[in-house]
């Protein structure tokens, strides 16, 4: 909105062209979100607690320490994050910009569906929410059509097509089978993050590390002489999602502010899903797919041993770990849950580097 309006009238007001340069609305994009979480977070975090009574419902079945430290603590935090992230965005990005519809749509209505399962949970005073399949159909749902608008938006040479990392000049053709790639790449990531959202704070500093890289990449991708030096493919518009990445980093941190141990409020689904829909879709945008799977690696680990846990479980009748997702099972073997929150930040942090580095070892 900002550039639209200050942009024009530059040639009277010289300080209006910094609007022009992305890196500059990356960072007012950055600081407004953190403002405005810090702003409104103690008022929402006073209305959860008002409507919500005894808090998020604790899993019995879960480590026993969060049946004593985590009850009482309110959920759907996440619309603090969604509403900063959101609010930002359209301030600091030109509206004009293809694909800032496309992946706010994303974020918006899959925060809508986690904020219905986070509701379902709190008046069934129960864990379980909406039904699998219907979570499971609704992001579908949503994302078949997003994904439709971003390989419209592609250049023709993209339009199908996913790159590799490591390799120059390597794109790999599906044709329509891209399709349900892109719809898996957005809704996996979504519930990757879900997944990943059981300690305080383990999920939005991953989130952030991976915002950070991609507003890298999408600024990358988006500028020709970038991209050509890198050989990496161009993308024309991409480059305006690097505000949006920097939005969410800001978003992020004032949620940190209240979520650090020992949490004020928890994101729940309403944020899990919609965090990780949104890097899904600017991954998708930006033609990075491979990538986000390195760079969110301790998203596709947590999700990994899920699988592995329920697939050795009805095969054999055992169990891998001690508990799934994989934060639980080190909470099990006795690790403070500090030390797994900051040992997988710094996985974290190793995986964003190794993602990062394959847009120059080509």
Known sequence: MLPDLLVPLAAEFQPFNLFRYIT????????????????????????????????????????????????????????????????????????????LWPVLAIALSFGVIGSVDDWMKLRRRSHNGMSGRMKLGLQLLASFFVTLVLIELSPDQLRYGIAVPFLKDNLLTMGLLYVPFAMLVIVGSSNAVNLTDGLDGLAIVPVMIVAACFGLIAYLVGNSNFSAYLQINYVPGTGDLAVMCGALIGAGLGFLWFNAPPAKVFMGDTGSLALGGGLGA??????????????????????????????????????????????????????????IVIRFWIIAVVLALAGLSSLKLR
């Open 282 to 339: 600017i991954a998708v945008a930006t033609r990075h797919e491979l990538v986000l799977a390195i760079t969110g690696g301790l998203f596709v680990v947590e999700t990994l041993s899920v699988i592995l846990q329920v697939a050795s479980f009805k095969l054999t009748g055992k169990r891998i770990f001690l508990m799934a997702p994989l934060h639980h099972h080190f909470e099990r073997k006795g690790w403070a849950e500090s030390t």
């Open 24 to 99: 500059f609305r990356t960072g007012g994009a950055t600081i407004t979100a953190l403002i405005l979480s810090l702003m409104f977070g103690p008022m929402m975090i006073r209305w959860l607690k008002t409507n919500q009574g005894e808090g998020q419902p604790i899993r019995d079945d879960g480590p026993e320490s969060h049946l004593i430290t985590k009850v009482g603590t309110p959920t759907m935090g996440g619309l603090l994050i969604l509403g900063a992230f959101a609010m930002s965005t359209i301030l600091w990005m030109p509206l004009s910009n293809p694909y």
